[in-house]
């Protein structure tokens, strides 16, 4: 009886040990934060997407080996780390492999590309999926997407909304450096001309190109633009091209202009607003110091606000690298760095559908604390705001700061923002994904372990809480009733199906397919939308026939309905 209960007691110990891992928390300590990898020498450069569960993978470059190759981890909506420790290699290929982006696959796993030297001096481009459980899906240490002649970098990506994703990049192969881009699919092949449709090849350099959806399968990509230069006297201009699911460029030769004033415009960020519209930002020095501006294109590549942009900020001084995020209702807030007092500070500003500022004239303060505070990501908080972090150095060194605004332009959390690190030493670059409970992760490359940078992350809540998951109401919550998912038509279908939903209010939602087993098959829509009627398509090609369910998941509300896949 003896040898029984102590077997039943060590089990019951085991069940609570295994299940205070299961329930690890978030740190709530902006000391303390939760590391991601702290492996020998550095890890930087690093890049995160949603799991779609509320977490995030995250991806790096890792010199642990003695070159740098690439390294992920995934951290669970609880704030567990699913992977090794340490992270999972991705490419430990010859030679380095270095400043990755990533990609959700629409399945709980992601695709990364980045660039990669193990042929030679110059780089080339590669990339890998990962599943959910960390496991590679592609050839080992990745596929080529693109080994031309000389360099290729300045990646970017983004979903295909078919398991795939469509990559851009500045390429040196004719001398000059041009905008390139290639589709792969969900099972690694690439889909267009080998090494990249041309985007732009025109005299001169194109550089820094940015990348989004038009919501129809394709892509938008904007860059900067010297032909109107030359190779000894800069004069960039913003330029930007459309590119279908086929790797058809749809504008005109070499891109429309954005932007063609006296002085460069360069650093262009992009997002897709619910029409399949795009608007960009850039920095430009048309005035003589640095500005913020900002276009509307519609899908046929037409400038809807004032030629050359219309202006966001143009206080004295220097304003500089401006982040976009939509403001559900078909226009954006932006933020940047700002020198107007002699030291970098944060400010933001919202400018709607016709490209009218909407807040106090050249941006609401977010943070003036004394010293600099740098490098603002931001994020839509799902109610019309937005969500604001960067990397601070009012303490002298460089800690992580965040903030909340709502869609009036009001600040939500303590003046000049939260901590979200004031770690020993120096935290630098955040980066920010949603999470599924009105808040968000953010990441960053952190020297509080010593010389070397490793990397770390921090949960951070609606209500500006380290650590505290809560889910709370929001604008929609009187009106949850008013949502609407439709029956897809046709139905039974063979290839490919059209689903309609409403929202009474602006919202963030996901909408998603599973099979019959439950099992995740594609992510359809992952963003934020303006109120009225909705619809996207469903392209089952590559499903087997079957029954199949489609979920419309809504700050808590789940929706789902059935559909038949037919052969």
Known sequence: ?????????????????????????????????????????DQFSHSIASDGEGGAIITWEDFRGGNYSIYAQRINADGMLLWATNGIAICTAANDQTVPKIVSDGEGGAIIAWSDFRSSIYADLYAQRINASGTALWTNNGIAICTAAKIQVAVEIISDGEGGAIITWH????????????????SGVVMWTADGVDICSAENNQENPAIVTDGAGGAIITWQDNRNGTN????????????????????????????????????????????GEAIITWWDVRTGDID??????NVSGTSLWT??????????????????????????????????????????????????VLWTTDGVAISTMPNAQMSPCITTDGSGGAF????D????????????????????????????STAASDQYYPSIVRDNSGGVIIIWWDYRNGYTADIYAQQINANGQLGVITEIEDDLAAS?????????????????????????????????????????????????????????????????????????????MVDTKKMSIIK
Not at 243 to 266: D, E, H, P, R
Not at 292 to 297: D, E, F, P
């Open 1 to 41: 009886m003896k040898n029984l209960f102590t077997h039943f007691l060590l089990l019951l110990i085991a069940f609570f040990a295994l299940n205070a891992t299961v329930y690890a928390q978030w740190s709530t300590d902006p000391n303390v934060n939760n590391p991601i990898c702290t492996a020998a020498n």
């Open 388 to 391: 604001i972090i960067w990397d």
């Open 171 to 186: 390429d040196s192969r004719s001398g000059v450096y041009d905008i390139y881009s290639q589709r792969v699919n969900a």
């Open 232 to 275: 000894q006297t800069n004069d960039y201009d913003i330029y930007a091209q459309r590119i279908n699911s086929n790797g058809t460029v749809l504008w005109t030769a070499n891109g429309i202009s954005i932007c063609s004033v006296t002085g460069n415009q360069v650093y262009p960020t992009i997002f897709c607003n619910i029409t």
């Open 393 to 420: 150095q009012r303490s002298d060194n460089r800690d992580v700061y965040a903030q909340r605004i709502n869609a009036n332009g009001v600040v939500q959390w303590t003046d000049n923002g939260v901590a979200v």
């Open 480 to 556: 949850r009733e008013s949502i609407s998912l439709e029956q897809n038509f046709p139905n039974p279908f063979t290839t490919k199906t059209r689903i309609c939903w409403q929202t009474p209010a602006p919202v963030y939602l996901e909408l998603k397919v599973y099979d019959l087993y439950g099992r995740q098959v594609r992510t359809l829509v992952q963003a934020q939308m303006i109120a009225g009627e909705h619809h996207t398509f469903f392209n089952a090609s590559g499903l087997p026939a079957g029954i199949y369910f489609y979920q419309l998941k809504v700050n808590g």
């Open 307 to 356: 030629t050359n942009g219309a202006a966001v900020c143009t206080a004295p001084n220097f304003q500089q690298s401006p982040a976009i995020e939509s403001d559900g209702e078909g226009g954006a807030i932006i933020t940047w760095q700002d020198y107007r007092s002699g030291n970098y500070d944060i400010f933001t500003q919202r400018i709607n559908i016709s490209g009218a």
């Open 292 to 297: 913020i501006y900002a276009q509307r294109i």
